[in-house]
């Protein structure tokens, strides 16, 4: 997920639902907002590097693991290579070696079409998407090559540390509005319970779609414009948390 910060500038909270990884990061701070992107994925692990007191005060009351630094130093380390406080890392295997059996099995999070399936008739081919957060701009372009979206953000290719391009086969564009945090004022926070439009960036198309989630439990779906479940292409989602007016498509 990407969601909107302090600034108008994004952070990604990672969700690991089926798969290890190593090393897992930048751990950053926990937000108010990441609350609701935890309450539907039956006690998940909550990597942070601690928060504001209030901000740690709530999050006794969420119904997840919280595996902070504070808590578990010995699961975290400094990555010389990067500054502070942009270098502490962990690994989802240490994560749950430590803490694993107080946290539930994830629910499937999408729905995913299978082999030889087709995409709705309503889907229409774009070459991509661009979101002006505010503080930043992002691009995802659609390349066959990679069989993804190629990310880009404020004019540069987004890789990872391998400098392989990130381009993710599903982006979920989730319109959303925002409130502000009772733990910052100056901090914003997603609203991600009831209902709005949506855009999912799936194989070279774009299906215009709602989404809607009644409650905190309930994990959000995703519909046609006629009310069909989206079924995405099987791999990784990327989901963009951004207000109206904010993307345009190509």
Do not use: C
């Not at 010995?74 to 500054?83: P, T």
């Not at 942009?86 to 999408?110: E, Q, V, Y």
Request: proline share 8%; aromatic share 6%.
């Amino acid at each position: 997920y990407e969601e909107v910060v302090e600034g108008n500038i994004t952070r990604f909270a990672a969700v690991f639902h089926s798969v290890d990884a190593s090393p897992v990061g930048p751990v950053r701070s926990a937000r108010t907002s990441d609350f609701d992107l935890l309450t539907d994925k039956n006690t998940p692990l909550f990597a942070n590097s601690g928060g504001n007191p209030t901000v740690l005060s709530m999050l006794r009351s969420v119904d997840a693991v919280n595996v902070n630094v504070n808590a578990l130093p010995n699961l975290y380390y400094r990555e010389r290579s990067r500054r502070a406080p942009h270098n502490l890392m962990t690994s989802t295997a240490d994560l749950i070696s430590a803490k694993g059996s107080d946290g539930g099995t994830p629910p499937p999070m999408f729905q995913y079409r299978v082999d030889g399936e087709s995409l709705p008739e309503s889907a229409v081919e774009i070459s991509g998407v661009d979101i002006a957060y505010g503080g930043h701009n992002v691009s995802y372009d659609w390349d066959p090559e990679l069989g993804g979206w190629a990310r880009t953000q404020n004019g540069t290719p987004h890789t990872d540390v391998d400098g392989v391009r990130v381009a993710p086969p599903n982006v979920v564009v989730q319109i959303i509005s925002y409130g502000r945090s009772p733990a910052d004022a100056s901090s914003p926070e997603a609203i991600l319970i009831g209902e709005g439009d949506a855009m999912i960036l799936t194989d070279g198309h774009l299906i215009e779609a709602r989404w809607s989630r009644p409650t905190k439990s309930d994990v959000a779906q995703f519909t046609t414009l006629d009310g069909q479940p989206v079924e995405l292409t099987p791999g990784r989602t990327w989901v963009a948390l951004p207000r109206v007016g904010q993307v345009t498509t190509r």
